[in-house]
Each structure stands twice: as structure tokens, then as C-alpha cells.
């Protein structure tokens, strides 16, 4: 199984820095249709897992 680099994504980085930027609306966009963004999601604790839907404002996947 391959490792997921979510947790220190660029592109993340540009989002919580800026998420007006291109890239950090580029990344939220991607996040909707990334396999790899919903198994990093499903990898986290309950706990994380909410902070991050709060964080990023979604809802449950």
C-alpha cells in the first residue's frame, strides 16, 4: 500500500496559509474528488478525523 503524504501536502500548506490563492482553492477543490485525501481522512482518529472536517469546513465523507 502506497504512503499517504497528506499530512504535509504543499498544497495544503498554500491553503492554510492563503486559501484564496489559487493553489489553496486548487487543493480544496482536488480534496472532493482525491482517493488518497479520503483514505488519509479514514486513517485518523474520530477525534482528528472532525477537527479536520471543521478545519476544512466539510461535511462527514
Not at 489559487?22 to 487543493?27: I, P, Q
Not at 482525491?34 to 474520530?46: A, D, F, N, Q
Request: proline letters at 3%; aromatic letters at 16%; hydrophobic letters at 30%.
Amino acid at each position: 500500500m502506497a504512503e499517504i503524504h497528506c499530512e504535509n501536502c504543499a498544497w495544503r500548506e498554500k491553503y492554510d496559509t492563503n486559501p484564496s490563492s489559487f493553489l489553496g482553492r486548487l487543493w480544496k477543490w482536488h480534496t472532493r474528488i482525491c482517493p488518497g485525501w479520503k483514505m488519509y481522512l479514514r486513517s485518523l482518529t474520530e477525534e482528528k478525523r472532525q477537527e479536520m472536517y471543521v478545519k476544512y469546513g466539510y461535511r462527514k465523507i
